[in-house]
């Protein structure tokens, strides 16, 4: 199976035309739906598929030019290569980046001949990569049975029905990457949660415009290649099970000593976490909770500080006035991250008599 997209885009502002493409729309999806399936798809919500095929180094700086003989014309080289800092800008992980340079080995084309399919406005091939890759978008005017191709960017004045160059373009950045297109809900209310999209929507109907990878685009670059720092934040189209450990300084300490409590929080090591497994997830909000011991809830007590030299740890140290049981806990707020709390860690105090006390452990 060639990696190069076989793309159909509509209008859905309701031209007469778009019902017969609709259709055609129809057959090109089951299609697609049938290719996912075989490689194990993402529901609606979930993560882009992933294409397959090999990946970028991380953080790899990808170099294009235009193909000899089809540089594209002002308008549209501005939309493609907005669309590749648009890509770069917004992957929230570590993809490549792209970018057009001279003597770039990956070649951009406009106009015929393309590589792209009969009812294609625009197309990839990342089959070469980490190498190159080659991307093609048609000419202003190109005739499809349903009528001229109109990009919104070559129009004097800006008319529903167009295509925005600079979307579609990033649809395709992400095809690089090794995205496949997002499964959306049945009713694609879901629709806004990626750019890269069986079904390009033309202005204006949602997502016509997209400037940015949206959640699900990006929760697929993490799975694939990592985010780009221990801080950053989880794709929230994701939903990666943590980890928390924990100890504690000492299991049995005097009234009036302190005991430091040690948190480590990281993503599971399960192999479906791909890139991102066994993580550290450095400056979260991790909770140190007790509970009398025999029973269950447990009640929140402090805030553990974020370590700035060790990623994905946290600590406090507090002076205990009773035996309790102890854990960390994390819930995760705004991210596609799932809580988790430590085991149970029981610190017994006792009273203390003579000299040394209280800072002496019971042996
Ligand atoms: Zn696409």
Request: a positive charge; glycine letters at 10%.
């Amino acid at each position: 199976m060639s990696d190069r997209e076989r793309r159909l885009r509509r209008s859905t502002w309701g031209h007469p035309r778009a019902r017969a493409l609709l259709a055609a729309g129809g057959a090109a999806l089951l299609g697609a739906t049938a290719l996912l399936g075989a490689a194990g798809a993402a529901l609606g919500h979930g993560p882009d598929p992933s294409l397959g095929g090999r990946l970028w180094a991380q953080d790899q700086a990808v170099g294009y030019a235009w193909k000899s003989g089809q540089a594209p014309p002002a308008w549209m080289a501005s939309a493609i290569d907005a669309a590749a800092a648009d890509a770069s800008l917004t992957r929230a992980a570590r993809a490549a980046t792209f970018s057009r340079v001279t003597g770039g080995t990956s070649v951009i084309a406009y106009g015929e001949p393309t590589g792209c399919s009969a009812a294609g406005i625009a197309c990839f091939d990342r089959a070469a990569a980490p190498a190159s890759f080659k991307m093609w978008f048609r000419a202003q005017g190109f005739s499809f049975d349903w009528g001229a191709l109109r990009w919104c960017q070559g129009l004097s004045v800006i008319a529903n029905g167009c295509f925005d160059a600079e979307t579609v373009a990033l649809d395709e950045f992400g095809h690089v990457e090794v995205l496949g297109h997002h499964a959306n809900n049945p009713d694609d209310s879901d629709y806004d949660q990626a750019v890269v999209q069986a079904v390009s929507h033309a202005r204006p109907a949602v997502g016509w415009n997209a400037r940015a990878l949206a959640p699900c685009d990006t929760a697929r670059l993490q799975l694939e290649y990592d985010r780009r720092t221990w801080s950053a934040l989880f794709s929230t189209c994701l939903a990666v099970p943590t980890a928390v450990t924990a100890t504690a300084s000492a299991t049995s300490v005097y009234v009036g000593s302190s005991v430091r409590f040690t948190a480590s929080l990281r993503t599971t090591a399960a192999t479906s976490n791909r890139a991102l497994t066994s993580d550290p997830i450095s400056n979260r909000v991790v909770r140190l909770q007790r509970r009398t011991v025999g029973t269950t809830a447990w009640t929140t007590v402090a805030t553990m500080t974020a370590s700035t030299t060790t990623e994905g740890s946290y600590a406090i140290t507090i002076s205990p006035t009773a035996t309790y049981e102890w854990r960390a806990s994390f819930t995760p707020s705004g991210e596609g991250l799932v809580a988790s709390g430590s085991a149970a860690m029981k610190v017994t105090v006792s009273g203390c008599t003579g000299t040394g006390c209280p800072s002496r452990p019971i042996p």
